[in-house]
């Protein structure tokens, strides 16, 4: 398993990094990122500390970690900004919180991510066909989300992808040590979404794809 979406007590998660890492660890995952909320007030504070534990803890655990960040509520013109500050700052994976269907995400948030080309844009919600395009263009995946209420635009996003052949990954938008899953529950909300075997299989070779590039391998 790989799980590009995590959140540490950086932001609104339960878990140290190094906690979060090592039960990821015990699930034998391959991959994990810590993707902690970030806007202005706190982009510059979250990115230097998980690129300091997940460098040092990389060298001991047998699941590989990368440092990176969720941008969430964000005014979508400022987006571009603060991607290229996330870059800059050390983030090696960059995720856009998407316009899910569950809370006031300011309208025009998913194609300004899209635009500015983040790696993920988390659970988009009522994606359009012309997003999804543009996202298949630039190489920005879209997300599957295991996460309750987010995981309601989940059909969507997956009929999306198919028609406009953007990428797709699952990840869970883990807060706290119960929402973390395994293979088997995964493979479920693929199929749950209308996907099918094969369709998860190429979403965890999407997730590996960008777990490597992300850690230069």
């Known amino acids: 398993m790989i799980d590009l979406h995590t959140h540490s007590l950086f932001s609104d998660g339960e878990l140290l990094p190094s906690e979060l890492i090592r039960r990821i660890e015990a699930m034998n995952y391959e991959y994990l990122a810590i993707t902690d909320h970030a806007d202005d007030s706190n982009l510059d504070w979250i990115i230097p500390r998980v690129v300091k534990v997940t460098e040092r803890v990389n060298r001991y655990a047998s699941v590989q970690t990368i440092p990176g960040i969720e941008l969430t509520h964000i005014p979508p013109p400022l987006i571009p900004e603060l991607v290229g500050e996330a870059h800059k700052l ?26 500015a080309k983040v790696d993920i844009l988390a659970h988009p919600g009522l994606i359009s066909e012309e997003e999804a395009r543009l996202a ?7 997300e599957i989300s295991a996460r309750k209420g987010h ?47 094969a369709d998860f299989e190429e979403m965890l070779s999407n997730s590996r794809s960008l777990a490597r590039t992300a850690l230069g391998l």
Do not use: W, Y
Request: aromatic share 2%; glycine share 14%; with cysteine.
């Open 90 to 115: 050390g983030a090696k994976l960059v995720l856009v919180h998407g316009e899910t269907i569950v809370e006031p995400v300011a309208e025009g948030t998913n194609l300004a991510a899209i635009q």
């Open 136 to 142: 298949a263009a630039n190489g920005v995946c879209l």
């Open 151 to 197: 995981s309601l635009g989940n059909g969507r996003v997956a009929r999306m992808a198919q028609k406009t052949g953007a990428k797709l990954v699952l990840n869970t938008d883990a807060h706290a040590p119960g929402d973390l899953i395994g293979s088997r529950f995964a493979r479920q909300v693929a199929l749950g979404a209308g996907l099918n075997d």
